[in-house]
């Protein structure tokens, strides 16, 4: 017999939180290669996962408060 709780029903929220901000982060890192010429392939690769990842993490703990501010830090957009 299996004591096993339910899934948390915030789990798929807080994963689909990640992977649109990682994907957003991916983006955002890659175009901000354009100004970082002198940066290799391992530099440009490190730069997109490393914002992917911290854009992530962000997008998942502050949820709608992340864009929100995201938003207003990209007011030109």
Same mark, same amino acid.
């Given at each position: 017999?299996? *004591?096993?709780?339910? /899934?948390? /029903?915030?789990?798929?929220?807080?994963?689909? &939180?990640?992977?649109?901000?990682?994907? +957003?982060?991916?983006?955002?890192?890659?175009?901000? *290669?354009?100004?970082? +010429?002198? =940066?290799? /392939? =391992?530099? +440009? *690769?490190?730069?997109?996962?490393?914002?992917?990842? +911290?854009?992530?993490?962000?997008?998942? &703990?502050?949820?709608?408060?992340?864009?929100?501010?995201?938003?207003?830090?990209?007011?030109?957009?």
């Amino acid at each position: 017999m299996s *004591t096993q709780s339910p /899934p948390d /029903p915030d789990s798929g929220a807080a994963g689909v &939180r990640f992977g649109c901000g990682a994907v +957003v982060g991916l983006a955002a890192g890659f175009a901000s *290669t354009v100004s970082f +010429v002198e =940066l290799g /392939p =391992l530099g +440009v *690769t490190l730069l997109c996962l490393g914002t992917a990842l +911290v854009f992530g993490l962000l997008a998942m &703990r502050r949820g709608d408060r992340f864009w929100e501010r995201l938003r207003d830090w990209l007011w030109w957009v």
